[in-house]
């Protein structure tokens, strides 16, 4: 594709439900990044990929946040067991292999926990 | 520890002057950084950056930054704004000599006025 494609564009679910995010990067990217943006914040990192190595965790804010990256391609980021302060959009964004390259985002995801 | 600081949560600047808007860093080696810029209802896209060589860089729509390793910032700048120029602008940068994260700040808000 042309672009980073994001799915679904807006989720609205219950407290304690688990949702399923999705990142199509752009094909060849290797380096992939998820972000969470909440309202009238700034971007938070959660993890990134890079190529077959292991990703990078170190932002994930708790253990019911998780993520992978099948086939070096397409990411799933996962959150169980939603609280209400899971509310916010989650940001993909992929980068060619060089690490001084410039990230392409998506439009994001908006998830509302009720 | 490793950090982005953008001071000013809102710019206000009239269309036709110049705006400046602040970013500090903290980080451990050469850094790598970058500014973005959200438009409303858009993802963020990619402004320009500083990785190595001359202080000074141009990058998209006029803007330029100025790399001052003395005082760990990397403010952005335009000569002129543009009321089009209003939007969410993210400084990030590298964390580490050794990682791809990126970490980015809260966020300024420029508004321009006519």
């Known amino acids: 594709g042309a672009g980073v494609s994001q799915s679904p564009s807006n989720k609205v679910t219950e407290k304690g439900k688990d949702v399923e995010l999705r990142c199509d990067p752009i094909s060849g990217h290797t380096a992939l990044y998820w972000y969470r943006q909440s309202l009238g914040q700034g971007l938070e990192f959660l993890i990134y990929?890079?190529?077959?190595?292991?990703?990078?965790k170190s932002g994930l804010p708790s253990d019911r946040f998780s993520a992978e990256r099948t086939g070096g391609s397409v990411s799933t980021l996962t959150i169980q067991r939603t609280q209400q302060e899971d509310s916010a959009v989650y940001l993909c964004a992929s980068r060619q292999g060089t690490n001084t390259g410039e990230l392409f985002f998506g439009e994001g995801s908006r998830l509302t926990v009720l | 520890a490793q950090s982005v600081a953008q001071p000013e949560d809102q710019v206000n600047v009239a269309e036709g002057n110049p705006l400046t808007v602040k970013c500090t860093y903290s980080?451990?080696?050469?850094?790598?950084l970058f500014w973005y810029v959200q438009y409303p209802n858009r993802g963020l896209q990619f402004l320009l950056k500083y990785i190595t060589g001359d202080n000074l860089v141009k990058g998209s729509y006029g803007f330029e930054a100025e790399f001052n390793k003395s005082q760990t910032s990397f403010h952005l700048k335009k000569p002129s704004a543009l009321v089009s120029d209003s939007a969410l602008y993210f400084c990030a940068v590298r964390v580490a000599y050794n990682t791809d994260k990126l970490i980015f700040g809260t966020g300024t808000r420029l508004q321009v006025f006519p």
């Open positions: 980080v451990s080696g050469n850094p790598y």
């Open positions: 990929f890079q190529g077959n190595s292991a990703p990078d």
